[in-house]
Structure formats: structure tokens, C-alpha cells
């Protein structure tokens, strides 16, 4: 019974088979890029690479994941007197002089992040000219391939790019097929300090990362950007031919190739990063050596061998979900043309479901394990000061990187993050020492590669709502829980996520404080970057008690004490943590029904501001829920009614995600409307406001990559929800989506679902039970409860 289920499955045309054999799982387009945001991406975790794919010059544009500006940080050195500033701030509060509040806050700031960098550039320079027809160029984000092809005259050019995991390498393949044979030469170039060499029978570029730089948006200060050889992280890349018929040329700073039919080159880059604790520059590894020893493993093996190991890797993570919505006849239509269709009205809900696997493809691409997280712009950068750092953003963004990578089965994505957690402990824990005389550890609202966690705001400079901002290390250690919640995994519960939610938690025992009636509430506190305007008139940013605050710290609670409950461990802490459950500021319905984001009924500044941090409970946490807390869901309507649908690339997918938390199909679908907005160059409708760009790459504007992974776990809890104790099937399916089927969406509890449904009614589910137990599943009014053995499938049918 189960196998003729498992092929009715795959047998409908929504199927991952389908999808094989079409341009289901392709960016592709009918010329070059001539911008970042048409290039398409590719990486291993570690290097990155934005093919532009040119005819007469093609660009690939190169990052390195550890390639950051600075050095170690001593936190103890950074504002070591701001704890004395604590006090005053507080008796500022509860005296309610919110403008002394203000102006004191600007007293407990650092230093800013360091950013992360580009590496440069390789250029192709071809010398076959004439009249270019039957042009294509695309991203296969199933294979993970880059492809470019084009006439010349009687001859076929075709080129294939991938980053291979596995070998650490960049591979590259081209053929001429027909009259003429390949002539090209190669160079580097970097916007950092570097020179170019030929070496060792390759092609190399070394250089220096800059000791500093500024953010972006300081402007065009003095010293903006510091550079020093001697304590800088170096760099490497080495570009070497594999395999040619033809004829290799290597001299001063190119390598040229003549009279070919086909060639195989490598590309192998590294960094001295040593850990955040070495100086890049004088306690360094040899980025040389690396860089080589990854080149020399790969001499002797052909290219189908390379990609067929690159494959099989990505393979392994990428196959385990599809999704199918419909619409597959847009397939034969460019991705350019696609988003025109889509913004002029059109319906395309296999673009929809591409958008959903590219969010996926770019977490296996920029998020390995043993490596960094995925920062604002994933491993992709091309500027020496790039938007916001190019850092991580800990009051929404590098959490929003992680949304969905549970429910899209890729747990392993989520474990750098952890890691990254991990390192944040000991400078965190210096952090909340010296600024509010804490235990435990704490991080603000930036962090970078090497494990920043004090306030930033040039010691001054930045505004509160964003510079003070303390509950980074509380919303990250949020993300533990989770990851246990979706696969169980014990030992990763006790050995790495309990002792970092515990320090969490310490620190929040410390820095809350009594009120005037006696709950307890955070001071100072913040709502991220939003600015209140007092019933007296005050337009202010520091006060006490904010909504988002105490929402994250009850999810930290909660989430620890299932943690320490699980384990067994640390009775008096959890008692502790359950009495300050009980006294902390419950969460205010507001006079306009709406969930208040002040400790008072106070307006904000900008009514329809992008954050939604007051909204913390009902996603990504759940201390608030519609079958649990209905009058505070109610209020969570009212404030995403009074919010809009509109905003930023990024705050529209936050907006997906609590429409669909409030199982509200239609308003949710609305935002992935305005998400899918066009708004590059080949738009023909022009649009304000975020979107996605030509590559699909998130657009805030700028482009944050953030938008694409809050927009793919948006799409997915449409489609399915398990936080409310039981799993929930098409919870907030909207209208346009009547047909479709999923394979491989998880559940927490370690539950894997694959279901289909037509005319917007489920028809067949399948629920493989990973971990065992007892589970859960809901569909509109009905509930079946499972007992469910390790490794076991189940039919279910409502």
C-alpha cells in the first residue's frame, strides 16, 4: 500500500521528477549581467562566486568567507567604566525623564564591526569575436552549476561553474564546438591590496585586508579604511589549468590559453585566519600552503570525476524537499520575464516554488558546517565597505538567515551558527560584565567574524534604538531550543545548547529589574531601531520595559526550562527562572486592539515602520498562539493591520511568517506578492520598497539576503506548522495555491511529511517518524494522534 502511495506521489505533474527534466529549479537568462544583482551565485560555505557570465569579457567575482577587516577584540578594553552608567540611566526610567535616558545611553557605546571583505575578481578575456546568437546563460540550484552558452560564427561555446565542497575548490569548464577553438587569457584584480604573479606553474594573487573600516553609512570620514600589512589577514588565490588541448601561456600576471576545444582550470583561495583569538597577520596560517594543498589533492582528477563528487554532496541536501505549486507552463519563459509577468498581475506559482528551493540553495551554499554563518549578504560581496558591514545583525537578520532551515531539512546549515553562538560566550561574558555588571553573556545589535558583543556607536555616536540594543545573545540562544525541538538530538541538547542558553538566561536574571509596580522589565530598553513619541509629546528611543524585550526573554525561558527539564539539571536556576516568569510585564493590548510595542500606549514615529520585534512572541517565538492566547493573537492582527504589508525586502518576510502564524492564507500570500516584486534594472514596472532583484537575490534595497531566507521559511509555514504541540497541514494556504504537493518538510519532533492536495483540499499525507512518539496531526477541524515507532512511515487520511 505504501509504495502505490509513494508513486501516486511521484507520479502527479507536480513532482521533483518533473521538475528534473524542465527549468523547474533554473535562474536562466538570454544575456550577460551587467550588474552584482544579475550575476548568479555560487559557494561551498566558504568561497563564493557571482558569475556574470560575459562573451567578450566574462567576470567572476570572488569572496572567501573568513576574508573580514580588523583583528581579535579584547572586550575588556571596550568602555570598561560603562556599567557606572547603568544606574543613572535606570533612575532616569523610572523617573520618567526618557530624554536624560537618551542622552546617557550614548555614555554605554563601542567601538562598530568590521566588515566583511571582498577577495577580487577573475576576468576571462576572449579573443573569438563576431555576432553572438542563441545566448544563454543560467543557475541550475539543483546540480548547483553555473551555465553559459552561445554561437559564434559555426562555433558552440559552452561553460560550467562549480564550487565544490568536497575538493575546496572552484572548478571551471569550457569547450568550443565547431570551426574555431577557445582563445582567452586570464587575470586577477582585487579593490584591496594585492599584487598578481605567475607562480609555481599558476596564476596567483596575493594581498592584505584592510586593519579596519568604517561602516558604510559614517560616509566619507577620515580613515575610513586603515590598511597595515603587517598585522592584516592576507590572502591567496591560485588559478591553475587542470586539462587543455591547447596551448598554455604563463606570463607576468596572466595565463592565456590558445587553440583549445576544451579547458579545465581550477581555482583555489585562502585566508591566515587563525580563530578570533590570533592576529591574522603575525599569528597566521599560511594561506599559501592551503590554498596549494587544495590544489594538489584534485592534479589528477578529470572533470566529470570533480563534478560528480561536487554533485553528489549537494545532492545529498538539496534532494531531500520539493515543492510543487502549480503553474509549471511559465517554466519555458526566462526568470526575467517571469518577474515582469508576476509584477504585471500575473500568476506564476512555480516561480514561487523556485524562490522557496533558491532560499535553500543559498543556505547549502553559504552555511557549512565547521565554517561561518551566513552574514547580511550570505558569502557574497563585491564592496571594500558594504552595506550595514556585510556583518551579523542580531536584531532580526542573522536570525532570519536560520528561519527555515529546519522545517527545509537542512539542520547541518543551522550548526554555524551555533558554533558562532559558542564563540560569542567568552567576549560576551567580559560585555556583560563591564556594561551592566551581569553574569551569564550578552550580545548587542551588531556582531562580525570576530565575536564582537559590545554596544556599537563609535563610543557615542549611535542612536539607542539601534546602538544599545542587548538582546542579541537572548534571540540567538532561541534558535538551540529549536534546532533540538526539530531533530531531537540529545547530545547536542546537553553538550552544546543547554550551557549556552544557560548563560543567556543568567545574564537576563541580572539585567531585569523591578518597576514601579513591581513587575519585572528590562531598563535600558529598546525597540529595534523604532522611536516612540510620548503621551507628553517626547520623540524618544531608551526606556523600560519594551515588548520585544520581554517576549524574548520569556521565549529564552521557556525554551531553557524544557531544556533543563529534559536534562534533569539545575533545579535552583529553574525555580529561579519560573519566579521571574511569574513577575515579568505581561503583554499590553493597546487602546487600538493592537499588541503594544511601549511599556505605555505609546504612538511610534513611523506608524508602518519595518520592524515588528513587539511581534517577537507570535513568530519566529510562540509564547503567544492562536489556539493557546486568542485575545493577544487578535491584538498581533491588529498590529500587523496597523504595520501594512508593506516595507523592506527582509520586514515583508517577517510579515509572511506572522500572517501565517495567524493562519491567514490570503494576507500572507499578499506579502509574497510584494516580496516578488521586481526591482532591477529590466524591470518594466518600477517599484519602491523591497523586492527581489533579477537573481532573485533579496532586495531591501539594497540587497540583504535575508530577504530570501525569510521568504522561503514564510512560504513553508504556510504550508506547515508544529508549534502549537501538534503538526498542522496547510494552515494558511491562500486561494491562488489550489494544487500542490511537498516531499520532505519537517516537523518538530523529527517528523517528515511529504502530502499533496487539489482544489485547495488535502488529499494524501505520509509522515515518516525519524525519532519515534507520540505525534499530532491536524488538518482544518480534525486531529489524529500517532504512536509512532524510529524509522517508521505512516498513511494518514482526513
Known sequence: MMRVFFIALLASVYTVATAQENNALKLWYTKPATQFEEALPLGNGRLGAMVYGGVDKERISLNEATLWSGGPIDAAKVNPDAKHYLKPIREALFDEDYKKADSLAHFMQGPYSEAFMPLGNLFFDFANKGNVSDYRRELDIQQAISKVSYNIGETRYNRETFVSHPQQVIIFRLTAQGKDKLNFSCHFDSKLLSRSAVKQGMLQMKGWVPVHTEPNYRGNIVNAVVNDTANAMRFVSMLKVLKTDGRQKLQDSTLSVSDATEVVLALSMATSYNGIDKNPGKEGKSEDSLAAGYLAKITNTDYQSLKKTHYADFGKYFNRVSLALGDSENEKLSTVDRLNRFAAGHTDNSLIALFYQFSRYLLISSSRE???????????????????????????????????????????????????????????????????????????????????????????????????????????????????????????????????????????????????????????????????ITDKGYVGQTLYGSTADLAMIRELFVDYLKSAAALNIDKEIQAQVKQALVRMYPYQIGKAGNLQEWYHDWADKEPHHRHLSHLFAAYPGYTITTAETPQLADAVRKSLQLRTNEGTGWAITWRINLWARMQNGERAYDAVKKLMRFVGQDAAIKYGGGGVYANLFGAHPPFQIDGNFGGGAGISEMLLQSHQGYIELLPALPKEWQTGAVKGFVARGNFVLDYTWEKGQLKKVKLLSRKGGTCKVKYKDQVKTLHTQVGKSYELKF
Open 370 to 532: 565547521g565554517g561561518l554563518p551566513a552574514n547580511l549578504q550570505g558569502i557574497w560581496n563585491e564592496a571594500v565597505r558594504p552595506p550595514w558591514s556585510s556583518n551579523y545583525t542580531t536584531n532580526i537578520n542573522a536570525e532570519m538567515n536560520y528561519w527555515g532551515a529546519e522545517t527545509a531539512d537542512l539542520p547541518e546549515m543551522h550548526r554555524p551558527l551555533f558554533d558562532f553562538i559558542a564563540r560569542l560566550t567568552k567576549p560576551g561574558h567580559i560585555t556583560a560584565q563591564n556594561f551592566y555588571n551581569a553574569s551569564g553573556w550578552v550580545c548587542h545589535h551588531n556582531s562580525n567574524m570576530w565575536a564582537m558583543t559590545n554596544p556599537v556607536g563609535d563610543s557615542g555616536e549611535g542612536d539607542p534604538c539601534w546602538a544599545n540594543w542587548p538582546m542579541g545573545g537572548v534571540w540567538l540562544s532561541t534558535h538551540l531550543w529549536e534546532h533540538y525541538a526539530f531533530t531531537k538530538d540529545e547530545a547536542f541538547l546537553r553538550d552544546q545548547a543547554y550551557p549556552l542558553m544557560k548563560g543567556a538566561v543568567q545574564f537576563c536574571l541580572d539585567f531585569l529589574t523591578a518597576d514601579k509596580k513591581g513587575y519585572l522589565v528590562t531598563a535600558p530598553s529598546t525597540s529595534p531601531e523604532n522611536v516612540y
